[in-house]
């Protein structure tokens, strides 16, 4: 989730992709659904709220909104032919988007979650799987946050009352 190349370069880590890929690869192997997640709005930003904390400068600025460049997962982990992408309006996956439709329409009852940042689109996704009862399982080294310190207590203290937490080697090797 949110691994678009605008994100991926403010977060420096050269071994998170290979993770990532890792990971992908595996599901893929296993027949499991691989789902992109971004963020990305319409030209104007007519969906963002200046009360919006997060979002809310957007319409002041004149960078690319919903399409592009901006909205295109990093090319070390781009989908490929069959995998699915939403397109979400907020933090969480399931805001804004059509992801709650896909994975029902699909009998998907347990999600595999990775992402850039741990506080943000991990989290908030997260918490909204739980609580409508989707199985979780969250690779600690397939997220990222800027502060290591909140990464961490968000994999070891925080997630695993509503998931499994595991790391990328293990569940691959579980696969």
Not at 47 to 68: D, I, Q, W, Y
Not at 88 to 108: N, Q, T
Not at 122 to 145: I, K, M, P
């Amino acid at each position: 989730m949110d691994v678009q190349s605008v994100v991926v370069d403010r977060y420096p880590d050269p071994a998170y992709l290979p993770r990532l890929r890792e990971a992908i690869g595996a599901a893929r192997a296993g027949g499991l659904p691989v789902i992109y997640v971004v963020v990305g709005f319409r030209s104007g930003y007519p969906e963002v709220s200046t009360r919006n904390k997060m979002f809310g400068a957007l319409p002041g600025t004149t960078g690319a909104a919903g399409g592009g460049q901006a909205t295109r997962a990093h090319p070390d982990v781009a989908p490929e032919p069959g995998d699915i992408l939403v397109t979400k309006r907020r933090v969480s996956a399931f805001a804004g988007s059509d992801l709650d439709m896909v994975l029902r329409a699909g009998d998907i009852d347990h999600l595999v979650l990775t992402g850039i940042a741990t506080s943000g689109v991990v989290l908030s996704t997260l918490r909204q799987a739980a609580d409508l009862d989707f199985g979780l399982t969250v690779l600690a080294d397939g997220c990222l946050d800027a502060d290591p310190e909140v990464h961490r207590v968000l994999t070891e203290k925080v997630s695993p009352h509503q998931a499994d937490v595991t790391t990328v080697a293990d569940w691959v090797a579980a696969r």
